[in-house]
């Protein structure tokens, strides 16, 4: 512990007497619980500028201002041992600063010069006795954004929410409709790359904080569904969710041989902050967020959820624009709503041919290897009484085979017509149009399966070629664009 401690002071060591601050926040707490901090704050009295240059200077490292709303400065360097984040004081005293804190245990303070723990809320004994305590009864109506920290800190840390902090935490969890939606999204996403959100979604719905996150979840509470299934949606979302995670954590019991490069897909940077695996944990949340609103009962007494999918697709695309995610993030979550039902579609018309695989993965793109890991999360997550194994295992092998066609695909190269649309219009003596592109798509599928490879063959496609929106029922097994 005093090695931990003293390697937090040591970038200060040589500026002790020209400058005062206190180390404060997560890295003081999770010093005294033993881990070596990445990232540390220092509060300092008046400007932080003066200390963060002077910081910079001793060490060769970089600085620059964080925020101009609250006067914040960096100093990063790979000299330092640890990037140093400096902010002034807020209120007109240390001790008034840590009583604006969110949690007893980031209410500590820790002086530059070798002074003792400044501990004026008990955070360290609320840390040694695994308590999750509010300093104060403001503390989240000051900043509702506080109230998602508490299933991250729960789950992180192992600790127990102290009950009147839940009380209070029930209490405001409304206000949060009312927070920055970009400082709520940036704590879901510290929620999900810390991992478990499942444990730390399902605390936060205790306290009535997830249904402010996602409000049509309250309606999926003990919402009854199918046969298939062993949960309300709401039991059911956050298995989902859970198995999302195990998935990114893991391809290899799913994808087998697949594995590494599902792995390597799925730990590239989308944006938020966010990988396209852990983007998807939020395609996952919302997944069936359309199912309230689209649940029926047929004549026959069958729950039903007809195009949830696709009106599932729009919510989360509103979502997306009310927490102002990217416009990345909220293609690739809209995109993995609406599509996730389709590889199950898929999985009783088994064996598949290439081009049925090829057809399922440009509807689905760009999101192709997400979708098979949601699909098999979300069949994972659903084994009710008329949910046999067999079924479950001809969806896991289904999501194996077009993943690694997939990639298989990606290794070959761009497949084309061996004729571009112009020379296509000039063979057959018409004007170019729309109708080029179904053209170049139904010859893209032949030299695909391998049935065209030359200009003359395209030639001869084209001229006995019927689009599939003109053919009947009849002509449909003869045609030579039959799936």
């Keep these: 512990m005093n090695a931990l401690i003293a390697r937090l002071r040591a970038p200060f060591s040589n500026l002790i007497g020209s400058a005062t601050g206190?180390?404060?926040?997560?890295?003081l707490r999770d010093t005294l619980r033993g881990i070596a901090a990445d990232d540390v704050d220092i509060a300092v009295p008046g400007d932080a500028r003066p200390l963060a240059r002077a910081l910079a200077n001793e060490h060769g490292a970089g600085c620059f201002q964080l925020s101009k709303e609250f006067n914040a400065w960096r100093v990063h360097s790979e000299r330092l041992p640890f990037t140093i984040d400096l902010t002034p004081l807020q209120g007109s005293s240390l001790v008034e600063d840590?009583?604006?804190?969110d949690?007893?245990?980031?209410?500590?303070?820790?002086?530059?010069?070798?002074?003792?723990?400044?501990?004026p809320h008990d955070g360290e004994r609320d840390l040694e006795a695994g308590r999750l305590r509010m300093v104060g009864a403001a503390a989240f109506s000051a900043d509702p954004v506080r109230l998602m920290r508490l299933g991250r800190f729960a789950r992180q840390l192992n600790l127990r929410l102290e009950a009147e902090t839940a009380r209070q935490a029930r209490t405001d969890a409304p206000l949060l409709a009312g927070a920055p939606p970009e400082r709520v999204l940036d704590e879901l996403a510290r929620t999900i790359r810390t991992g478990g959100t499942r444990e730390s979604l399902e605390l936060l719905d205790e306290i009535g904080v997830l249904t402010q996150l996602v409000p049509q979840l309250e309606d999926a509470r003990r919402m009854e569904q199918t046969p298939y299934h062993h949960k309300d949606v709401l039991g059911h979302t956050l298995e989902v969710v859970q198995g999302v995670e195990e998935i990114?954590?893991?391809p290899e019991p799913v994808f087998r041989s697949s594995a590494p490069r599902v792995e390597e897909r799925l730990s590239a940077p989308l944006a938020n902050e966010l990988t396209r695996g852990q983007a998807l944990v939020i395609a996952a949340i919302l997944h069936d967020v359309?199912?309230?609103?689209?649940?029926?009962v047929s004549p026959e007494g069958r729950v039903t959820f007809m195009r949830h999918d696709v009106l599932g697709a729009e919510m989360a695309g509103e979502w997306c624009m009310r927490f102002r995610t990217s416009n990345r993030v909220r293609d690739f979550v809209s995109n993995c709503v609406r599509q996730h039902l389709v590889l199950g579609f898929l999985v009783h018309r088994q064996p598949l041919s290439l081009r049925q695989i090829d057809r399922y993965?440009?509807?689905v793109a760009p999101e192709e290897v997400e979708l098979s890991v949601l699909t098999v999360a979300d069949r994972l997550a659903t084994r009710g009484a008329r949910t046999g194994q067999a079924a479950i295992d001809r969806h896991l092998a289904l999501a194996r085979q077009v993943t690694a066609t997939y990639f298989g695909l990606i290794d070959r190269g761009p497949i084309r017509s061996p004729l571009d649309g112009a020379e296509l219009a000039r063979r057959l003596?018409?004007?170019?149009?729309?109708?080029?592109?179904?053209?170049?798509?139904?010859l893209r599928e032949e030299v695909l399966v391998g049935r065209i490879s030359t200009p003359d063959g395209a030639t001869a496609f084209a001229k006995t070629w019927v689009p599939e929106a003109q053919m009947g029922e009849s002509d449909q097994p003869r045609a030579r664009r039959r799936r």
């Design 103 to 119: 949690f007893t245990m980031n209410a500590l303070a820790l002086p530059l010069d070798g002074g003792e723990l400044i501990d």
């Design 290 to 296: 359309a199912k309230p609103a689209t649940r029926a």
């Design 361 to 363: 993965l440009r509807r």
């Design 98 to 101: 840590l009583a604006r804190r």
């Design 429 to 442: 003596d018409r004007e170019p149009g729309p109708w080029l592109k179904d053209l170049l798509d139904a």
């Design 22 to 27: 206190w180390i404060v926040g997560g890295a």
């Design 248 to 250: 990114v954590a893991d």
